[in-house]
Structures are given as structure tokens and as C-alpha cells.
């Protein structure tokens, strides 16, 4: 599944465990601008290196398995939880970019050399 949004929170890794880390994502994906939605993504061991180059306010598509499981408490009840897994990210637009393109200055040339041979 993919989304298309804006980088709203980059969590810092954590380590979970000994052996598990992770780090979250929340986009803020806007299909009703009325009602935005804040969704949180997470990544899991080396994927969590795919978020080192995300600043806030990117615009970003996102990539993402959706998972759920379900969860008994001591008491004996049961309980589903969803999560959303990031296994690829591009970058639409960055934050700090440029809506402008840059060129080069113009080149003087009026400087240029008298003796040059071309027959023009």
C-alpha cells in the first residue's frame, strides 16, 4: 500500500530490545483538508536508517505494509491492534526546496578577447 503526505514527527530509534529497533513516522495526509488525519508509521531494524534523510514538512510517498495481530491480557481478553510498516519512502518535495530553478549567471561578454579568429 502507499500514501502521499506531508513528514509531520520523526521519532528517534529506539531499541526495544536487545535485538529490535525501531522508529516512527507520523504523516499528516490530507484527503478531506477539513478533517487532516495524523497517521504513524513505524520501522523496524535497518529500515529505520530509510528516515535519517526525512526533515518535517516533506512531502512524501510512503510505502507500507498494513499489519494486525491479536493480543490477550492476563485477564483473558482479547484485543486486535493494527500497524502500519514502512518499507520504502520518497521524497515529492523537501521542505527547504526551491520551487525556483537555479542557472548559472549569465556569462560577460564583453570581457571577451579582441583577437579572437572566427569569422563572425
Not at 516512527?24 to 504513524?40: R, T
Not at 525556483?100 to 564583453?110: K, L, M, Q, V
Request: charged share 30%; aromatic share 10%; hydrophobic share 35%.
Amino acid at each position: 500500500m502507499d500514501i502521499k503526505g506531508k513528514v509531520h514527527e520523526i521519532g528517534a530509534t529506539t531499541q526495544v530490545t536487545d535485538s529490535l529497533k525501531k522508529r516512527e513516522l507520523i504523516v499528516e495526509y490530507v484527503e478531506n483538508p477539513q478533517y487532516p488525519e495524523y497517521l504513524k508509521f513505524e520501522t523496524m531494524q535497518d529500515k529505520c536508517a530509510l528516515l535519517d534523510n526525512i526533515k518535517v514538512g516533506d512531502d512524501v510517498e510512503v510505502f507500507f505494509n498494513l499489519r494486525g495481530r491479536p493480543w490477550t491480557d492476563k485477564t483473558g481478553k482479547k484485543s486486535y491492534f493494527n500497524s502500519m510498516q514502512l518499507w520504502r519512502i520518497n521524497v515529492i518535495n523537501g521542505a527547504g526546496a526551491s520551487t525556483t530553478p537555479e542557472y548559472a549567471p549569465p556569462a560577460d561578454i564583453s570581457s571577451a578577447a579582441d583577437d579572437d579568429d572566427l569569422p563572425f
